[in-house]
């Protein structure tokens, strides 16, 4: 079964879970991660300059033997080195992706261009304009951020990647509001972050509740990471995931034919995440 997708406010369409190539990939080659990633169902794969990866994510694409035209491929600007601009980079990246265009292009992080955002912001109008990216975006852009870009564009962001879970939901309250005013699908990193790096939490007892209600009713096995995704996917957010166990990634892709959440469950978790906020990287983030 195909990945579902999401609208973005430019027309086109995401896939509404990606595989993601920064975290455990980071400065390592990817090439068999993406490859067994997409041979597992995945379509969406997220990279980065600052990742230093780029070049084995292509040629993990070449290895799956997808054609070009059945993937979306993101990929992010990272600092900018005297005399670069947005389309510079991005023709440095699509030279290692082997590609002749990207699906969608972000800006890594507002505080790698302090005073030159809205700059920065129309060079990634540009890079639009040249046909080398589809779609752009942002990522750990708070809302003052994108009200400060949001002066100057002529193209709204897409897309703003933010660490997005239960426990961070509430503080991402003034991002939620905004995204949702100017339809910027809201996409997430670190989203099991709750289950995989913040075990003995208030959500535990929720999700494993939840989890054994889904089973019931789907009457084969659910897992705590499907239960939060699944939130994730009813709330609209763009999910970007990863792991180097086959099993997991066929999970991820799984998560779409698990049951839906309730209204009521769906309203538990965000409750329950309401009661500790904690971020797992707090590096993406202003102090709060």
Do not use: C
Not at 63 to 89: D, F
């Amino acid at each position: 079964m195909p990945v579902s997708t999401l609208a973005l406010n430019d027309g086109t369409q995401v896939p509404w879970i990606a595989f993601g190539t920064g975290t455990a990939l980071f400065g390592k080659d990817a090439s068999h991660a993406i490859s067994t990633a997409i041979q597992n169902g995945f379509t969406h794969l997220d990279g980065a300059q600052v990742y230093r990866n780029e070049a084995s994510l292509g040629a993990g694409i070449v290895a799956s033997g997808k054609p070009r035209s059945e993937l979306y491929i993101t990929t992010k600007l990272t600092r900018l080195a005297p005399g670069e601009t947005p389309i510079s980079a991005l023709k440095k990246s699509l030279e290692k992706l082997g590609v002749g265009y990207v699906d969608l292009y972000l800006i890594h992080q507002a505080n790698e261009h302090v005073g030159k955002l809205k700059e920065v912001w129309k060079g990634m109008e540009e890079a639009k304009a040249a046909g080398l990216t589809k779609s752009i975006g942002v990522s750990n852009f708070t809302a003052d951020h994108l009200k400060d870009i949001l002066e100057v564009a002529t193209i709204v962001p897409a897309v703003n990647q933010v660490e997005a879970h239960p426990y961070v939901w509430k503080a991402l309250g003034p991002n939620l509001a905004l995204q949702e005013k100017y339809r910027i699908v809201t996409s997430s990193y670190g989203g099991l972050s709750p289950i995989v790096r913040g075990k003995g939490g208030p959500l535990d007892p929720v999700i494993e509740q939840i989890r054994v209600r889904l089973e019931k009713t789907r009457g084969s096995p659910v897992s705590d990471g499907q239960v939060l995704n699944k939130w994730l996917h009813q709330k609209g957010v763009l999910v970007v995931t990863t792991s180097s166990k086959v099993e997991r990634i066929r999970e991820y892709i799984d998560t779409e034919d698990v049951p839906e959440l309730t209204v009521e469950e769906i309203k538990l978790i965000e409750i329950t995440g309401g009661k500790l906020h904690r971020r797992f990287f707090p590096g993406n983030w202003p102090p709060e």
